[in-house]
């Protein structure tokens, strides 16, 4: 008789971690991940995804002169190397 009861809280149990894995975890981890998430994007409003737009919508973001990494003509001149053995 005990055996046989063992075997059944052994089963129950593992029904039990059955169901929450399958029901209650995903749940769980869904609503703290979007708690996660939304104090990131308080915090560091600067990396805030760009909001979803329509299909066909177009924009256009103007990439200044100062952003281009062009090399000064002051920063230095070109001297040939060659290897001595």
Same mark, same amino acid.
């Given at each position: 008789?005990? =055996?046989? *009861? !063992?075997?059944?809280?052994?089963?129950?149990?593992?029904?039990?971690? +059955?169901?929450?894995?399958?029901?209650?975890?995903?749940?769980?981890?869904?609503?703290? =991940?979007? *708690? !996660?998430?939304?104090?990131?994007y308080e915090?560091?409003?600067h990396i +805030?995804?760009?909001?979803?737009?329509?299909?066909?919508?177009?924009?256009?973001?103007?990439?200044?002169?100062?952003?281009?990494?062009?090399?000064?003509?002051?920063?230095?001149?070109?001297?040939?190397?060659?290897?001595?053995?």
């Open positions: 008789m005990g =055996l046989l *009861r !063992f075997l059944f809280i052994l089963l129950l149990i593992y029904l039990l971690l +059955r169901v929450f894995t399958a029901v209650i975890l995903p749940f769980i981890l869904r609503f703290s =991940l979007r *708690r !996660f998430q939304k104090k990131f915090q560091n409003p +805030r995804p760009d909001a979803p737009r329509e299909e066909g919508e177009v924009t256009i973001h103007k990439v200044s002169d100062d952003e281009k990494q062009q090399v000064p003509p002051d920063i230095g001149e070109y001297i040939d190397y060659e290897e001595i053995k």
